[in-house]
């Protein structure tokens, strides 16, 4: 299946795997912060990524399974002393399901809607960039369905595996 650039700079595909290249070209420790609630279907597609990427990664990767409160997890985030802090999470983007967009920290406030964050992302990156000086960044997926229930759509399977094996791909080892 061929991915295209959609709508408002999302990407999928080449795009976003040349935009995470870039991104961490220069990573030496990276957090990935896998973010979701395993009761609204889709939201979920952070945290399923981060567990796909268990046992596979480096000793200079950190994965966080944060589900719905990421702010617990500040502590060991900071003491791991990351280059980079890559948050992965469903966000309402308008787009098409399993569109994927990568948004600095700094656009997070106009750009994300929040789902299922008692804390909003920004005031949590915000404060990670003050204690870790890490760049950091939101990788979004529109969901398709964020209804109470269980387990992702087909659509959501289908991104989960694509960026769990770009991500493999692309770390640093």
Same mark, same amino acid.
């Given at each position: 299946?061929?991915?295209? @650039?959609?709508?408002?700079?999302?990407?999928? /595909?080449?795009? &976003?795997? #040349?935009? *995470?290249? %870039?991104?961490?070209?220069?990573?030496?420790?990276?957090?990935?912060?896998?973010?979701?609630? @395993?009761?609204?279907?889709?939201?979920?597609? /952070?945290?399923? &990524?981060? #567990?796909? *990427?268990? %046992?596979?990664?480096?000793?200079?990767?950190?994965?966080?399974?944060?589900?719905?409160?990421?702010?617990?997890?500040?502590?060991?985030?900071?003491?791991?002393?990351?280059?980079?802090? *890559?948050?992965?999470?469903?966000?309402?983007?308008?787009?098409?399901?399993?569109?994927?967009?990568?948004?600095?920290?700094?656009?997070?406030?106009?750009?994300?809607?929040?789902?299922?964050?008692? *804390?909003?992302?920004?005031?949590?990156?915000?404060?990670?960039?003050?204690?870790?000086?890490?760049?950091?960044?939101?990788?979004?997926?529109?969901?398709?369905?964020?209804?109470?229930?269980?387990?992702?759509?087909?659509?959501?399977?289908?991104?989960?595996?694509?960026?769990?094996?770009?991500?493999?791909?692309?770390?640093?080892?």
């Amino acid at each position: 299946m061929r991915r295209k @650039s959609g709508e408002n700079g999302s990407l999928r /595909g080449s795009g &976003i795997e #040349k935009i *995470l290249r %870039k991104w961490f070209a220069d990573a030496k420790k990276v957090v990935l912060a896998g973010i979701g609630n @395993s009761f609204r279907k889709d939201d979920f597609v /952070g945290v399923k &990524i981060v #567990k796909n *990427l268990e %046992k596979k990664v480096s000793q200079n990767i950190l994965l966080v399974q944060c589900e719905t409160v990421p702010e617990s997890f500040i502590e060991p985030i900071i003491e791991f002393e990351p280059t980079h802090i *890559l948050l992965i999470d469903a966000s309402l983007l308008g787009l098409q399901p399993g569109s994927i967009k990568l948004i600095p920290a700094n656009k997070m406030s106009s750009q994300v809607p929040v789902l299922t964050h008692a *804390l909003p992302l920004r005031l949590f990156c915000e404060y990670l960039t003050e204690t870790t000086h890490a760049e950091i960044a939101l990788l979004a997926i529109q969901p398709k369905e964020t209804d109470f229930g269980e387990g992702l759509t087909p659509e959501m399977k289908k991104t989960a595996e694509y960026l769990t094996n770009l991500l493999l791909k692309i770390l640093p080892s």
